[in-house]
């Protein structure tokens, strides 16, 4: 059973959602602020083309797939919210969707596979510890493991504090 972020919007509508680049770019845009139709489709046409200012054409893309499905798309599931007469876009109070966008760049590690990494090398410690590999059987289980601990803590909190608004 697919848990919800808010009722009627389960966890696979959501990745649906964030399935397409400019839906998924255009809510992360917003997290900083509120935008126009207009200041939104023109930051990810640069986005699109690395390019500053982006070419009229990819401007003009963005925009219309904005106006026409994305915005629409974003709004009827309260995710976002926006203003027609203003042409202004916010994210919407209900319905965290963030929390499902890690963005990780290209050649980094996501935290979940830092963690599994983490977790990885604690096993291989503690199975070196028990094979009696000389430098770590030194150290022993309880220095290697309060180690491993110590590390995850403080990951965990640095990636509290970093993903704080």
Not at 15 to 40: C, G, K
Not at 87 to 99: F, N, Q, R
Not at 116 to 123: F, H, S, W
Not at 143 to 163: D, E, H, I, N, P
């Amino acid at each position: 059973m697919a848990t919800t972020s808010e009722p009627g919007l389960s966890e696979t509508r959501i990745h649906e959602v964030l399935s397409n680049d400019r839906r998924r770019m255009a809510i992360e845009y917003l997290q900083d602020s509120d935008l126009t139709l207009r200041e939104l489709s023109e930051r990810i046409a640069e986005a699109e083309t690395g390019e500053s200012p982006p070419p009229r054409n990819i401007r003009q893309s963005a925009y219309v797939s904005l106006q026409q499905t994305h915005i629409p798309k974003l709004a009827e599931l309260d995710i976002v919210n926006y203003d027609e007469e203003s042409k202004v876009v916010s994210l919407a109070e209900a319905g965290d969707v963030t929390v499902y966008m890690e963005v990780v760049p290209e050649g980094e590690l996501s935290w979940s596979e830092y963690y599994a990494a983490l977790a990885a090398l604690g096993i291989v410690l503690m199975i070196a510890v028990a094979v009696g590999v000389p430098v770590i059987s030194a150290v022993g289980a309880p220095g290697l493991g309060s180690l491993v601990f110590a590390v995850l803590g403080g990951s965990a909190v640095y990636q509290r504090w970093t993903q704080e608004d």
